[in-house]
């Protein structure tokens, strides 16, 4: 009966401690709601993508995409998604894909690359490579993060209908 007893208690503190650091509020601090970055990836600057390949494959990635004779491939485990690419660029990248879910499928709502570009001048963050605003079909923008950690927001898919 004390080891459940504590084993309960220590949920409960436990619970309490996780609620006391988060803010379950959505938005950020100025009440906005959180911009829709779609699906995540890290996109890896490799050296050589064949053993690179290899070596994520013995941790349970699976190739989803890609052309490896061009020099890029995707691979997936479960909802987690990694890009190799060789040659590309010269560091690691964060990669964002807006209007799409973990499995590449268009989302029904979700905010254009244009909109997100929109918002983020709007808070002061200086973009790299900017989307051209007048189009709707797939477009990039790309941003650097306090440390110096380039962040691509790749939309593949055109402006979702209003």
């Known amino acids: 009966m004390t080891r459940l007893f504590a084993s309960l208690l220590a949920c409960c503190f436990s619970a309490l401690l996780f609620a006391q650091g988060t803010d379950a509020?959505?938005?950020?601090?100025?009440?906005e709601r959180?911009?829709?970055?779609?699906?995540?990836?890290?996109?890896?600057?490799?050296?050589d993508i064949a053993k690179s390949r290899e070596f994520y494959e013995k941790l349970g990635f699976r190739v989803v995409?890609?052309?490896?004779?061009?020099?890029?491939?995707?691979?997936?485990?479960?909802?987690?998604?990694?890009?190799?690419f060789q040659g590309f660029f010269d560091k690691?990248?964060?990669?964002?894909?807006?209007g799409w879910d973990?499995?590449?499928?268009?989302?029904?709502?979700?905010?254009?690359?244009?909109?997100?570009?929109?918002?983020l001048k709007s808070r002061g963050?200086?973009?790299?490579?900017?989307?051209?605003?007048?189009?709707?079909g797939p477009a990039y923008l790309t941003l650097m993060d306090p440390d110096g950690n380039p962040?691509?927001?790749?939309?593949?898919?055109?402006?979702?209908?209003?």
């Not at 989302?107 to 690359?113: E, H, I, R, Y």
């Open 25 to 31: 509020t959505p938005g950020n601090a100025d009440g």
């Open 34 to 47: 959180p911009l829709r970055l779609g699906n995540f990836s890290v996109s890896l600057a490799v050296k």
């Open 65 to 84: 995409g890609g052309n490896q004779a061009k020099n890029w491939i995707v691979l997936q485990n479960e909802t987690t998604t990694i890009g190799l």
């Open 92 to 98: 690691n990248s964060l990669t964002f894909n807006p």
């Open 102 to 119: 973990h499995n590449k499928k268009t989302l029904p709502a979700f905010d254009d690359v244009r909109d997100i570009q929109q918002t």
């Open 125 to 136: 963050l200086t973009l790299t490579k900017e989307a051209d605003a007048s189009t709707t």
């Open 151 to 162: 962040v691509l927001i790749d939309q593949h898919v055109p402006k979702p209908g209003k």
